[in-house]
């Protein structure tokens, strides 16, 4: 059962500039791949100067092509 409809939290994410990614334990949809974002961001929290994006190239942290705040940041699930 959704609890939130998908538009209104991508709409969310977008405002906040946090990232989104619908999972579902019961079907197991994007549970590993939301882990593993998690630990990206964990990574790049704790060593910004070694941050790269998937293709290797320097993160710039932003999401939607906006600049992330850089005060202090949490992963929202």
Known sequence: ???VPQDEA???????GL???ETSAKSNANV???FDLCLEE??????????TD???AEANG???GKK????NQCIAM
């Not at 964990?42 to 941050?51: Q, T, V, Y």
């Open 32 to 34: 590993a791949a939301v």
């Open 10 to 16: 991508r709409q969310m994410a977008k405002e906040t």
């Open 62 to 64: 932003s999401v939607d």
């Open 1 to 3: 059962m959704r609890e």
């Open 19 to 21: 990232a989104w990614i």
């Open 54 to 56: 998937a293709s290797g």
């Open 68 to 71: 992330a705040n850089k005060g």
């Open 42 to 51: 964990i990574e790049k929290s704790m060593h910004p100067e070694r941050a």
